[in-house]
C-alpha cells in the first residue's frame, strides 16, 4: 500500500479537449429537433417525438464514452523521488486555481 505514495496523479483535462465532442453532440441535436419539426407536420407527431427520443437515447452512450476516453487519455501519473518533500495538495495547486476565502 506504501507504493501509492510514490507516484503523483494530475488531470491535465481542460475545457478546451471536450469543446468540439459538444459541439458534434449539439449539431446531432438539433438535427434531430429539425428532423422532429419535419414530422410534426404529418398525421402522426408521436412520431416525431420519438425521433427525437430515438436519437437522444443513440446518441447519449456515444457521448458518454467520448467524455470518459477523453478524461482517462488525460490523466497522468508521474513517479515521484522518494528523497523529494512531499508536497501538500494546497501547495501544489497554482496560485490562478485557488479557491476564493472570505475576508474576516
Same mark, same amino acid.
Given at each position: 500500500?506504501?507504493?501509492?505514495?510514490?507516484?503523483?496523479?494530475?488531470?491535465?483535462?481542460?475545457?478546451?479537449?471536450?469543446?468540439?465532442?459538444?459541439? +458534434?453532440?449539439?449539431?446531432?441535436?438539433?438535427?434531430?429537433?429539425?428532423?422532429?419539426?419535419?414530422?410534426?407536420?404529418?398525421?402522426?407527431?408521436?412520431?416525431?417525438?420519438?425521433?427525437?427520443?430515438? +436519437?437522444?437515447?443513440?446518441?447519449?452512450? &456515444?457521448?458518454? &464514452? %467520448?467524455? +470518459?476516453?477523453?478524461?482517462?487519455?488525460?490523466?497522468?501519473?508521474?513517479?515521484?523521488?522518494?528523497?523529494?518533500?512531499?508536497?501538500? %495538495?494546497?501547495?501544489?495547486?497554482?496560485?490562478?486555481?485557488?479557491?476564493?476565502? %472570505? %475576508?474576516?
Amino acid at each position: 500500500m506504501n507504493n501509492i505514495e510514490r507516484y503523483r496523479v494530475t488531470c491535465t483535462l481542460s475545457f478546451g479537449d471536450i469543446y468540439g465532442q459538444i459541439i +458534434v453532440w449539439l449539431i446531432v441535436l438539433f438535427i434531430s429537433l429539425a428532423a422532429a419539426m419535419a414530422l410534426m407536420g404529418a398525421s402522426r407527431p408521436v412520431y416525431a417525438l420519438a425521433t427525437v427520443g430515438l +436519437v437522444l437515447v443513440l446518441s447519449l452512450p &456515444f457521448l458518454l &464514452f %467520448a467524455f +470518459v476516453t477523453t478524461l482517462l487519455n488525460h490523466i497522468e501519473f508521474a513517479a515521484v523521488d522518494p528523497a523529494e518533500k512531499p508536497q501538500t %495538495a494546497a501547495a501544489s495547486v497554482p496560485a490562478s486555481q485557488r479557491p476564493v476565502q %472570505a %475576508a474576516g
